[in-house]
């Protein structure tokens, strides 16, 4: 069974940071490229950051270049983990984010690449 749990999420203030986690489990995912989109309330979900399945190829949003930077670990004890090291918040980074896990192998900002979907994790940046 495939399973995508995220962790890390919470409140802090601007200018601060948070590191997201997702742990993938249930298949051989080092194949699989990753990545993170999130929603905002009132809003339709969008894409932040990819990564390629050996981790040479990295996408990210406009809106969040030079802040957030996105990593993986592929396949410690089958667990295969992204992450999502997000700096310099700002009120607009305020969602509910979610990792994803596609087939395609590469950096997709299209959330239709992607497979299988974590829960979210909620962070909140207060001004």
């Known amino acids: 069974q495939v399973q995508l749990v995220e962790s890390g999420g919470g409140l802090v203030q601007v200018g601060g940071s948070l590191r997201l986690s997702c742990a993938a489990s249930?298949?051989?995912?080092?194949?699989?490229?990753m990545g993170w989109f999130r929603q905002a309330p009132g809003k339709e979900r969008e894409f932040v950051a990819a990564i390629s399945r050996n981790g040479g190829t990295t996408t990210y949003a406009d809106s969040v270049k030079g802040r957030f930077t996105i990593s993986r670990d592929n396949a410690k004890n089958t667990v295969y983990t992204v992450y999502l090291q997000m700096n310099i918040l700002k009120p607009e980074d305020t969602a509910v984010y979610y990792c994803?896990?596609?087939?395609?192998?590469?950096?997709?900002?299209?959330?239709?690449?992607?497979?299988?979907w974590g829960q979210g994790t909620q962070v909140t940046v207060s001004s």
């Open positions: 249930g298949r051989t995912f080092s194949s699989y490229g």
């Open positions: 994803a896990v596609g087939g395609g192998g590469l950096a997709y900002a299209s959330a239709s690449r992607y497979d299988y």
